[in-house]
């Protein structure tokens, strides 16, 4: 589950293969549980296999799901209250974990524990910008990706990823598109 930047919506995935966004922004601590219901869902076969993670693009309501399906599918905001397909990149292997970078870079966790950094392009496709060294992932799946602001009062951006088996991790830190690409380490 992920709110969205503006934290108005709250963006849910499940094992069912379907994605529902819920408008949180009217609750309150009064709000009977029961009178929740979902803004938008996902339309039928949105992905063919259990939708493992989500995260939201930064500044247009967009999003993205990840799926055992091998897919990432970018989400759309349409008029009214839904979401349309935007685009879908296959992998050759089930992703696990998506996150968003403020700059809208895309960061995948795989089940194979490799993690690539792709982006959206202007001709709305996914391209694959970098893919971690394997010797520098985990042994096992992926179960989060994180993006965090470095500290610095800049727009830099740094990588922490956790994954599942000895305790491995993959720090990826850079200033920009391409340091981000170029400087890996181990942690």
């Known amino acids: 589950m992920r709110f969205s930047p503006d934290s108005q919506y709250l963006l849910s995935v499940s094992r069912d293969r379907d994605w529902a966004v819920w408008d949180v922004s009217a609750l309150s601590d009064t709000t009977p549980e029961h009178s929740i219901t979902p ?9 063919s296999r259990i939708i493992w993670d989500c995260s939201w693009f930064p500044e247009d309501l967009s999003f993205a799901t990840v799926s055992r399906d091998k897919r990432l599918v970018l989400w759309d905001r349409a008029e009214g209250r839904s979401w349309t397909l935007g685009c879908s ?46 010797q520098q992932c985990v042994t096992h799946s992926i ?15 740094e990588t922490l990823i956790s994954g599942e088996g000895e305790g491995k991790g993959v720090k990826v830190t850079g200033k920009s598109e391409e340091e981000h690409c170029g400087r890996c380490k181990e942690f």
């Open 89 to 134: 990149q296959a992998f050759d292997t089930p992703v696990t974990a998506v996150d968003v970078s403020v700059d809208g870079l895309i960061l995948l966790g795989f089940e194979s524990g490799s993690l690539k950094i792709c982006r959206r392009t202007p001709q709305n496709t996914v391209q694959t910008l970098h893919e971690v060294p394997i």
């Open 143 to 157: 179960n989060t990706v994180q993006w965090r602001p470095m500290r610095t009062g800049k727009q830099e951006t």
């Open 39 to 47: 803004l938008a869902t996902s339309p039928p076969k949105a992905h």
